[in-house]
């Protein structure tokens, strides 16, 4: 049986949940959100730990259900081994190309064609459809030409596929059909919220454990009918399957919180794109608005960024504010968030930023691609002082900065690395001559040994086991690592100490889906270059994910990511055009009119541009609705580089729906007042910036 609970954001659904489960349970929630949904469970169930309830994301679900099959080990491509076997397709393929092949050589081209691939497999497409309905005649002779040219690709890549392992939307269709066998889900139910969307695949997911066990899904309503669409979807698969339906509204008895203006915002800012009835609540009096929501125009980011701080400053100092009661959502990561973090830290407020980081500058893949660019570039000098200057070796600073003078000085390159040194020896002390010649024979002891391996490897996978092999127990590469990363906690660097820490890891992933992809194929030096082209690809589309280093901090992320737990205050920053709702990327492998005549024809794919704007639109209404307390909103009049910005949309729409709603200016144009005098650091820059400004 599957029951559709439906609830608002003011509703405390987990609350709901918890009073509601009975038995042993699986709960079922986004991956961002497991950490955070441990958390409220403990808090609803009462309970020091969870005996019969166990929180987890539906693909760790759907792994259960594989090794329950004894499937655990069948070979997954992930996005990124898909990204690096794509590369080489295209590149194989690339004078058969036409339409794409100006585009082919480019990264960003890369991952187009891999979320097309992914997006394609989620919403159960067939490229054959799609190029049956064009007419080549027609004006879509362009579409067809990009049609047929993806089909060259995607054939190759499911050929590539094939017999050897699944990827992972594939993976999700293959647990899929073992949820009818498995005895996981015997005396169990099961909990699904924190989505507001499912695509086709894990719609199928629920609908099989349905058919067995009760599973009751949390709905988030909200004003813009993603709700209505995903009921609607859902009840459709559920008639098909023969499971029956129950829908109902969470009871209004487990409305969140009794706030006024925010309760009044929750039911009628977005009112005007939903036919929803009319408003049950009063518009709250001047100062219960002012004081639960404040709105601040600012000159520019930086002023930005240093009223944000100055206002969280004073909710703690003044208000008795948490850290943790506190988040900041910013959707500006390449411009905004960095301004912000540097102001924060100046404020002496800890920030932790929830965002994915990438593991290319990671110690660990530095010193990989550095050590094999040395070896299969026969002793490329840059690369040697790159993977030394890791200091992931037993050399110290010195006797580096040493050798590299040296090498400089005297132009040693390639096969010179081999040889005893016997440039310079008048210029130098006879031992300081000795611990240089000492120094490069160690260095070439430790490479000889790739190089030999790199000699007699027969095939590719070969090649890269004996690799592994040598990082591990040569260079002790995990052990030094952990070392590093220990240290760099103890200094209180975590988040640089967690990337340490599982950037080995990955690049260690990155190489073993690199040996199922290259597999057999003959290791030579046109093999190893090509090997060394495909890692690089890897490791870029290679990202990670850092846990809040401390329970009491304020966390910064993205609007769509972004899922804090229960909140005082919700800052929002950047809330400008483009930006707050972040629109679709313009750029991509099909035009506006391209994704209007898939649309034209019901072709699912022509609908994810609107997709993904109406759930960065229930995004925005979500956090919103989130705190408690108090809603802070600013955006800036100018971007970092002076050009000019506007405010977004969700800034009349506040103004509309609450007419006496003040508009603050920021801290530092509004005039030189208390606020700017928080700490002793902001205190002197603004002091002595005053005194400069005069003339004093």
């Not at 800890?350 to 110690?363: A, E, G």
């Not at 541009?609 to 109406?614: G, P, R, S």
């Not at 609705?625 to 969700?650: A, C, F, H, N, V």
Request: charged share 30%; proline share 3%.
């Amino acid at each position: 049986m599957l029951n559709l609970f439906m609830a608002r954001e003011c509703m405390n659904k987990e609350k709901f949940i918890y009073e509601n489960i009975k038995g042993k349970t699986y709960v079922l929630v986004p991956n961002q959100y497991t950490l955070v949904a441990e958390e409220q469970a403990l808090k609803y169930t009462g309970s020091a730990c969870l005996l019969d309830i166990e929180i987890l994301s539906l693909n760790r679900l759907g792994q259960r259900f594989m090794a329950e099959q004894g499937k655990e080990n069948i070979e997954i491509l992930d996005q990124y081994g898909r990204h690096m076997l794509l590369y080489k397709i295209i590149k194989s393929h690339k004078d058969e190309l036409e339409v794409f092949k100006s585009a082919a050589d480019q990264s960003g081209f890369i991952d187009m064609v891999n979320d097309f691939i992914a997006d394609f497999k989620q919403q159960n497409c067939s490229l054959d459809e799609l190029i049956s309905e064009i007419d080549v005649d027609s004006h879509s002779e362009l579409l067809a030409h990009k049609l047929r040219e993806l089909k060259l690709i995607i054939d190759e890549y499911e050929s590539e596929l094939e017999g050897k392992y699944i990827d992972s939307e594939d993976y999700i269709s293959m647990y899929v059909s073992l949820i009818g066998d498995s005895e996981l889900l015997d005396n169990h139910s099961v909990w699904v919220y924190g989505f507001d969307t499912l695509a086709p695949k894990s719609m199928d997911a629920l609908i099989e454990m349905a058919k067995r066990i009760d599973v009751s899904l949390m709905v988030n309503s909200s004003d813009f009918n993603l709700d209505i669409n995903l009921v609607s979807a859902l009840s459709a698969r559920a008639d098909s399957a023969g499971v029956k339906i129950l829908k109902e509204y969470v009871p209004d008895e487990y409305r969140a919180y009794g706030r006024e203006t925010l309760d009044y915002l929750e039911e009628n800012l977005f009112r005007t794109v939903s036919s929803s009835s009319e408003t049950t609540l009063k518009i709250p009096d001047d100062s219960t608005v002012n004081d639960e929501v404040k709105l601040v125009e600012c000159a520019n980011p930086f002023y930005e960024a240093e009223s944000a701080a100055s206002y969280i400053y004073e909710l703690i100092r003044d208000k008795g504010y948490k850290m943790n009661d506190i988040a900041v959502i910013c959707n500006d990561d390449s411009s905004r968030q960095p301004i912000i973090r540097r102001t924060f830290e100046e404020y002496g407020i800890p920030l932790f930023v929830d965002s994915r980081r990438t593991i290319t500058d990671s110690m660990a893949a530095r010193f990989i691609v550095s050590l094999l660019e040395f070896v299969l570039h026969k002793y490329r000098t840059s690369a040697l002082f790159v993977m030394l200057k890791t200091e992931l070796t037993s050399i110290s600073r010195e006797d580096i900065e040493r050798l590299e003078n040296y090498a400089r000085n005297y132009k040693i390159r390639g096969s010179m690395w081999t040889r005893e040194f016997k440039y310079g020896h008048f210029d130098y002390a006879d031992e300081e001559f000795e611990k240089l010649e000492n120094t490069r024979s160690y260095i070439m002891e430790q490479v000889s040994k790739l190089v030999d391996i790199k000699e007699r490897s027969g095939t590719v996978a070969e090649f890269i086991f004996d690799l592994i092999k040598i990082l591990e127990e040569e260079w002790d590469l995990p052990g030094r690592l952990q070392a590093v990363s220990e240290a760099q906690s103890e200094k209180g660097y975590n988040e640089e100490a967690q990337n340490t820490a599982q950037s080995y890891e990955a690049c260690v992933k990155i190489l073993e889906q690199l040996a199922s992809i290259l597999g057999g194929e003959t290791f030579d030096r046109g093999g190893g270059i090509e090997l060394l082209q495909l890692y690089r690809k890897g490791l870029e589309s290679v990202d990670i994910g850092i846990i809040p280093p401390a329970l009491d901090g304020i966390i910064m992320g993205y609007m769509i990511r972004t899922r804090p737990g229960p909140l005082k205050a919700m800052i929002v920053l950047a809330a400008n055009e483009g930006v707050l709702p972040m629109e679709p990327a313009s750029e991509g492998i099909f035009s506006v009119d391209e994704k209007e005549f898939f649309k034209e024809h019901h072709f699912p794919i022509g609908h994810l541009d609107e997709l993904k704007m109406t759930e960065e639109n229930v995004a925005m209404y979500r956090l919103i609705s989130k705190p408690y307390e108090r809603l802070y909103i600013s955006w800036s009049l100018s971007d970092s580089e002076g050009q000019d910005s506007k405010p977004s949309s969700l800034v009349d729409a506040f103004r509309a729906a609450l007419p006496s709603l003040k508009l603050h200016k920021d801290i530092i144009s509004s005039g030189l007042g208390m606020s700017v005098i928080n700490n002793p650091k902001t205190a002197l820059r603004h002091l002595l910036n005053y005194l400069r400004a005069e003339g004093l």
